[in-house]
């Protein structure tokens, strides 16, 4: 006789598997920021590799070979910039944000509505010219700040207005 297990989902066959109301929806930021950091990365290391090069002629040909350790390096970060862009994702609940991030070591940040004190939208000069900016989350604990980068200005103005209406109004009660 069975125990009433269904497959390998550990669920009993007389109930369903239970699902949460505020479950959350992630969003991924946007490919600017990705394509912003490898054209920073190309530009930089790739000043570098011709800088080498030069100092490597004048020394001697030999020498120029080690030209080619910025241009290993620029291939190795091309793809890990790729990867910790995927890792990069935020979603809101009702009381709270969640902010997820990290290759490696995965870092998972939950800022309740309540406890924010301030919302900042910045863009350097560099994200503007990309059309990028990053939303701020300044709260009482300054080890619990968070930040989301690289969105779509209007993206990060929607989320700042949101996110300090749903901040004022958690923090009334208190």
Do not use: C, K
Request: aromatic share 6%; charged share 20%.
């Amino acid at each position: 006789m069975e125990t009433g297990t269904s497959g390998d989902t550990g669920r009993t066959a007389d109930r369903p598997a239970r699902r949460t109301t505020d479950e959350p929806v992630w969003t991924g930021l946007p490919p600017g920021l990705l394509r912003m950091r490898r054209l920073l990365l190309v530009v930089w290391l790739g000043l570098l590799a011709v800088a080498t090069a030069l100092l490597g002629l004048l020394a001697g040909p030999a020498w120029s070979a080690l030209a080619l350790l910025p241009l290993a390096v620029l291939l190795w970060g091309w793809s890990m910039l790729g990867r910790n862009w995927r890792s990069w994702r935020y979603a809101e609940r009702s009381d709270d944000l969640l902010i997820s991030r990290g290759v490696l070591w995965r870092e998972e940040t939950v800022v309740p509505y309540g406890r924010m004190q301030l919302v900042e939208v910045t863009s350097g000069p560099v994200e503007r010219h990309f059309g990028l900016a990053s939303v701020q989350l300044h709260t009482a604990a300054a080890a619990t700040d968070a930040r989301i980068p690289g969105l779509d200005p209007a993206e990060a103005e929607r989320l700042r207005d949101r996110l300090t209406e749903l901040g004022e109004a958690r923090s009334a009660g208190l």
